[in-house]
T-cell receptor, first 114, second 114 residues
Framework: ETGVTQTPRHLVMGMTNKKSLKCEQH?????MYWYKQSAKKPLELMFV???????ENNSVPSRFSPECPNSSHLFLHLHTLQPEDSALYLC?????????????FGPGTRLTVT | AQTVTQSQPEMSVQEAETVTLSCTYD???????LFWYKQPPSRQMILVIR??????QNATENRFSVNFQKAAKSFSLKISDSQLGDAAMYFC???????????FGQGTRLTINP
């Protein structure tokens, strides 16, 4: 696998379920991101991890819980979601120390909350 | 807070023609980076072109070029010799120098007519 991978690609869950999204980067980066992409809205940054520490939490509800066990892996744990949380969730990575570093994106997980 | 505006929700162009996508942004900072990202229907977001605000010269990458007007806070993308593979959502994005957060516009859906 190369680049940034995300699993699963599609997820349907009920409002009372607990599920997790997984992201893995194979680029040697040390910063990872979660974005939410809803229809007709700009991409919204949710969380930023740099060197495995959370450096930004963009006022995200507590029903979304990120985890970064190492620089290559990022998880988004989901619990008691609402239908309005249905969206495409994108993971990205970059080199945190490089000011010109671009972010590389994964293909996303399409989440549907029923 | 910085904002990015793409005023064209949809654009279309004939194959082999040239098209320009508009982007304006609002910031009080003098040092920042601007990006155009492409998101094809498969959903993997890829970087098209990047511009450093301190550089007066407009960035160019093969058929893609930008018109960066710093005073006007404008950052348009020109695609020359449009190809069917250019069909995608295009997002303009802003990043402060030294920061990792990307601020995205709403996107422009580009259709290429054969």
């Amino acid at each position: 696998e190369t680049g940034v991978t995300q699993t699963p690609r599609h997820l349907v869950m009920g409002m009372t379920n607990k599920k997790s999204l997984k992201c893995e980067q194979h680029l040697g980066h040390n910063a990872m991101y979660w974005y939410k992409q809803s229809a007709k809205k700009p991409l919204e940054l949710m969380f930023v991890y740099s060197l495995e520490e959370r450096v930004e939490n963009n006022s995200v509800p507590s029903r979304f819980s990120p985890e970064c066990p190492n620089s290559s892996h990022l998880f988004l744990h989901l619990h008691t979601l609402q239908p309005e949380d249905s969206a495409l969730y994108l993971c990205a990575s970059s080199r945190s120390e490089a000011v010109r570093s671009e972010q590389y994106f994964g293909p996303g997980t399409r989440l549907t909350v029923t | 807070a910085q904002t990015v505006t793409q005023s064209q929700p949809e654009m279309s162009v004939q194959e082999a023609e040239t098209v320009t996508l508009s982007c304006t942004y609002d910031t009080s900072e003098s040092d920042y980076y601007l990006f155009w990202y492409k998101q094809p229907p498969s959903r993997q977001m890829i970087l098209v072109i990047r511009q450093e605000a301190y550089k007066q010269q407009n960035a160019t990458e093969n058929r893609f070029s930008v018109n960066f007007q710093k005073a006007a806070k404008s950052f348009s993308l020109k695609i020359s010799d449009s190809q069917l593979g250019d069909a995608a959502m295009y997002f303009c994005a802003y990043r402060s120098a030294g920061a990792q957060k990307l601020v995205f516009g709403q996107g422009t859906r580009l259709t290429i007519n054969p």
